[in-house]
């Protein structure tokens, strides 16, 4: 079926270079073009699309406000933004209505890559026995209330680190949980910290605040209590993911951007795990016995039972909050990077490798000679083969 794309820009030789470059692409792709976000709107109301793709600094309304407006008005679609600016504020204004940045100039072959990977997700989301099982979930769980404070001041014009810190300062439970977490062994940090603003400029405002939502939506499972699933060991795995990945995206030498989300991704690897525990208890002690019996992966017990796997209901949950693509990656295809089709060693195998790796070094610190679970062919695809024990090596000594 073709995907329909719209384009937004209000310079118009920007729309006719676009249209020329993109014309070989007709066949898959039904294009349209207009110069303002009012235009676009009225397009919306005419004819269904699945991609929009706007420039951010256009008269009357900007791409942050065009994204925010269609985001509310039809939710399922890919929200690209395609900005000349590097406009640091411009950008955090955006930073919940765009799944995706491209920069301008933009090679088609980028644009392209990016549209494609934005579809396969949509279309991965929308399958029907993911969609069965969330239809049996009373109510999603929904952005928690301390992170979505601190998403509403980033896009606010005064947004600033000094004002994300203070947000966090005046709830005293959570300053505690942030400090005791950025402060314990497993997380690295130099020096001791002593503020929640002193952790946002050593750890920048993404880690932060998702350090926020993993301890609000952690809690909130915690508070329950789940019979089935030992919620601290499972935070407990995923701080140290989100860590490692971090870490291994460092190594890799990815720009901050890709490091930052990593760890994002590590944090909110296995959070689908409690929501499928919690909504389907008894299905999930099939799991669980299921992978005693069999000595197989969770996943692949889940996806027997269940028909849906916790990394795929995990990246569900997280599309539907609107965090970045990549991070949605990274969490849907952390058992099966070889599925996702993200070109090169990016999040899904970053948040594949460093879950392995915080597994065996628990259970077997530093004698494990293979990872169990390791998705080879992604590997070898990668040509990663010989660099596991590297990481592992400089992990250790960090
Ligand atoms: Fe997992
Ligand atoms: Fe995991």
Known sequence: ???????????????????????PLRKCWDMSFVESGRAA????????????ISDMRMPEMDGAQLLQQVQKSYPMMVRIILSGHSDQELIMKSVKSAHQYLSKPCEKETLINAVNRACS???????????????????MPILPSLYSRIMAELRSNSAST?????????DVGMTAKVLQLV????????????????AVVLLGIDVVKTL??????FSEYRQRTLSLIPVSRVYEHC?????????????????KETSENAMISGLLHDLGRLLLAENFPEDYQEVMDLVKQEQCGIHEAELEILGVTHAEIGGYLLSLWGLPDNIIEGV????????????????????????????????????????????????????????????????RIS
């Not at 005419?46 to 991609?51: G, I, R």
């Not at 000094?162 to 005046?170: C, L, P, W």
């Not at 701080?239 to 720009?255: L, S």
């Open 1 to 23: 079926m073709k995907q329909h794309i719209l384009f937004v820009d209000d310079e118009p030789n920007i729309l006719k270079g676009l249209q020329r470059s993109l014309r």
């Open 41 to 52: 709107l009225e397009k919306l109301e005419e004819k269904a699309c699945d991609v929009i």
């Open 121 to 139: 997700l949509k279309a991965l989301m929308n399958k029907k026995s993911l969609q069965l099982v969330i239809s049996g979930i009373d109510t």
């Open 162 to 170: 000094a004002g994300v810190g203070d947000i966090i300062s005046q």
């Open 183 to 198: 402060n314990s062994s497993f997380f690295g940090v130099p020096r001791h910290v002593a503020s929640p603003a002193e």
């Open 212 to 217: 926020i939502l993993s301890i609000e939506v």
């Open 239 to 255: 701080v140290k993911t989100g860590v490692i990945a971090k870490k291994i995206a460092e190594m890799e030498k990815k720009d």
């Open 332 to 395: 849907t295809f952390h058992h099966t990077p070889s599925a996702c089709i993200a070109e090169g060693f990016d999040l899904c195998g970053i948040v594949h490798v460093a879950n392995l790796i915080e597994y065996h070094e628990r259970v077997q610190p530093g004698v494990w000679e293979n990872l169990v679970g390791l998705d080879q062919k992604y590997i070898e695809k990668q040509g990663l083969t010989g660099r596991i024990f590297l990481w592992r090596d400089n992990l």
